[in-house]
């Protein structure tokens, strides 16, 4: 063994013996170091780096999880170094799991394209991509959020990714804003405030529905939910975020069939995350301060179509009002465990995107009622 391999060798078994170990792991390439320190971790520690098989900080922002068979797989915004990370320079990254706790590097899912004419040019802005399966087509069903190349966030569009498999190679099919020309869909009386009346527009939110509805309504953070029926549903911030949007999603995933309603209208709610427990629909969401952290924020409804109820923080403890400095981006079943669901945000890094941390949580029910507490370090077992 050569002195400097040696040498490596020594400060990784320090790294790994260390408490700081996870502090320390490379961000970004693989290397034989990196390679050697993959280790198998048995819980998680929220807000440290996360190494995945090969000893690389995971690379998945604003993600979510798909379960296919025994498999979890995690896609999110493949971010890199800098405040260049906030722009898509490379795409949608995809890990795969059994344990929730190790991660393998699947690679990029969806990449952007050297294209200047593609709609997911490299440079775009592409966040919070979700994957769903279609067992009638049995395709792997990407939406995201798109904002066009040079254009800041103001394109607001909801972009869609196919593939054969969970791991893609993800072909991208088309971008635009939903339910151009449709008005929200209004269940029974209680739907009232969902209603909006574009020949007088009466608020802020009203006005920007009426503006874009011949064009189709923005469409940026988001999630998609797939109910035990079948049926999915594209959730995202519209209205300028102003109001979220709940959109039926055609029989294949890969459309808007019109009907939507319009949730907690004026109140500015980003980073939703949708989840059922005993029939009933619970959302986790933020609010909307860019970059920054602030309080989440939950809502029950007994249909999807509403009317939904908002019930305030379900963090607690420090930090509960800034969501322990992160932001919400998927509720994730734990399979075979019963109301085992874990709170999944993100930690950003604005100045330095691929830094980002994941602060998983458990949810625990008091009551039929949410609630998530800082963990330092946690593994499946509180749910038992
Ligand atoms: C908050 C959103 O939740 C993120 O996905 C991202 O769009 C940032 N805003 C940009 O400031």
Same mark, same amino acid.
Request: hydrophobic share 35%; proline share 5%.
């Given at each position: 063994?050569?002195?400097?391999?040696?040498?490596?060798?020594?400060?990784?078994?320090?790294?790994?013996?260390?408490?700081?170990?996870?502090q320390?792991l490379?961000?970004?390439?693989t290397?034989?170091?990196?390679e050697?320190?993959?280790t198998?971790?048995?819980s998680f520690?929220p807000g440290?780096?996360?190494?995945?098989n090969n000893?690389? $900080?995971?690379?998945a922002h604003g993600?979510?999880?798909l379960?296919?068979?025994?498999?979890? =797989?995690?896609?999110g915004? $493949?971010?890199?170094?800098?405040?260049?990370?906030?722009k898509?320079?490379?795409g949608?990254?995809?890990?795969?799991?059994s344990?929730l706790y190790?991660?393998?590097?699947?690679g990029i899912?969806?990449?952007?394209?050297d294209?200047?004419?593609?709609?997911?040019?490299?440079g775009? !802005?592409?966040?919070?991509p979700?994957?769903?399966?279609n067992?009638?087509?049995?395709?792997y069903?990407?939406w995201f959020?798109?904002?066009?190349?040079?254009k800041? =966030?103001?394109?607001?569009?909801?972009?869609?990714?196919?593939?054969?498999k969970?791991?893609?190679p993800?072909?991208?099919?088309?971008s635009y804003?939903?339910n151009?020309g449709?008005?929200p869909?209004s269940p029974?009386?209680s739907?009232?405030?969902?209603?909006?009346?574009?020949?007088i527009?009466t608020n802020?939110?009203?006005?920007?529905?009426?503006?874009?509805?011949?064009?189709?309504?923005m469409?940026r953070?988001?999630?998609?939910?797939?109910?035990?029926?079948?049926?999915?549903?594209h959730v995202?911030a519209?209205?300028?975020?102003?109001?979220?949007?709940?959109?039926?999603?055609?029989?294949?995933?890969m459309?808007?069939?019109?009907?939507?309603i319009r949730v907690y209208i004026g109140?500015q709610t980003?980073?939703?995350?949708?989840?059922?427990?005993?029939?009933?629909?619970?959302m986790i969401g933020s609010g909307?301060?860019?970059w920054?952290?602030n309080?989440?924020?939950?809502?029950?409804?007994?249909s !999807?179509?509403?009317?939904w109820t =908002?019930?305030?923080n379900?963090?607690?403890g420090?930090d509960?009002?800034?969501t322990?400095?992160?932001?919400?981006? =998927?509720?994730?079943?734990?399979a075979?465990k019963?109301?085992a669901f874990?709170?999944?945000?993100d930690?950003?890094?604005p100045n330095n995107?691929?830094d980002?941390?994941?602060?998983w949580?458990?949810?625990?029910?008091?009551n039929?009622?949410?609630?998530?507490?800082w963990q330092?370090?946690?593994?499946?077992?509180?749910?038992?």
């Open positions: 063994m050569n002195s400097r391999i040696y040498t490596a060798l020594f400060a990784v078994s320090i790294l790994v013996v260390s408490g700081s170990k996870a320390q490379p961000l970004n390439g290397n034989q170091e990196a050697n320190m993959a198998s971790l048995k520690a440290t780096i996360w190494p995945d000893g690389v $900080h995971i690379n993600g979510g999880i379960l296919h068979g025994k498999k979890y =797989y995690w896609y915004e $493949h971010k890199i170094e800098g405040d260049a990370g906030n898509a320079e490379v949608v990254h995809c890990y795969s799991s344990d190790n991660w393998k590097d699947e899912a969806l990449r952007v394209s294209d200047t004419a593609s709609d997911i040019r490299k775009c !802005i592409l966040e919070r979700k994957v769903v399966y067992p009638h087509t049995k395709k069903v990407m959020h798109l904002e066009l190349f040079g800041g =966030y103001k394109a607001a569009r909801t972009g869609l990714a196919v593939a054969d969970p791991a893609g993800f072909t991208f099919v088309k804003r939903p151009a449709m008005i869909f029974d009386v739907g009232k405030n969902e209603q909006v009346n574009c020949r527009p802020k939110s009203d006005s920007f529905f009426c503006r874009d509805l011949p064009g189709g309504q469409a953070d988001m999630t998609v939910f797939v109910d035990d029926d079948g049926k999915a549903y995202f519209s209205e300028e975020n102003h109001t979220l949007h709940i959109a039926e999603l055609t029989n294949d995933f459309g808007h069939t019109g009907k939507f109140h980003e980073a939703p995350a949708v989840f059922k427990k005993d029939g009933k629909y619970f909307c301060t860019g920054k952290p309080a989440a924020r939950w809502f029950s409804s007994n !999807i179509w509403g009317p =908002y019930e305030g379900p963090c607690l420090p509960a009002g800034l322990y400095g992160g932001q919400s981006t =998927y509720v994730l079943p734990v075979g019963k109301d874990i709170f999944m945000a930690k950003w890094v995107a691929i980002g941390r994941y602060l949580l458990p949810i625990i029910f008091k039929n009622k949410p609630e998530i507490n330092d370090k946690w593994d499946l077992s509180v749910f038992n």
